[in-house]
Nanobody
Framework: QVQLAESGGGVVQTGGSLRLSCAPS?????VAWFSQSPGTEREFIAA???????YYTDSVQDRFTISEDNANNMVYLQMNNLKPEDTAIYYC????????????????WGQGTQVTVSS
């Protein structure tokens, strides 16, 4: 059983920045970030593979950066120029089978961290 722990969420104003951290108990092939707002399904934000390839959804392409610290087994999501529509719970996930972009393809999930962007 792989466990993941997210941290770094909080409340920021529009245009502000946050860095989310994910600590997987085991580094698997892909670690991804998803967001979920009330009443919606989890949406793909970004993913990174063990060889450093990164993938983003279009809405965050120029604002968010996913990175990893292999020495400390950490994955980060740097979120810049935050907008109110970024408000959500952010989850990291691993254990992917299939497409990067579908939440159903990930087996292990963290508990999530709340990001709130005020206007």
């Amino acid at each position: 059983q792989v466990q993941l722990a997210e941290s770094g969420g909080g409340v920021v104003q529009t245009g502000g920045s946050l860095r989310l951290s994910c600590a997987p108990s085991e580094r698997m092939l892909t670690v991804a970030w998803f967001s979920q707002s009330p009443g919606t399904e989890r949406e793909f934000i970004a993913a990174i593979t063990r060889n450093g390839a990164a993938y983003y959804t279009d809405s965050v392409q120029d604002r968010f950066t996913i990175s990893e610290d292999n020495a400390n087994n950490m994955v980060y999501l740097q979120m810049n120029n935050l907008k109110p529509e970024d408000t959500a719970i952010y989850y990291c996930a691993t254990g992917r089978t299939g497409s990067f972009f579908a939440a159903r393809n990930y087996q292990y999930w963290g508990q999530g961290t709340q990001v709130t962007v005020s206007s």
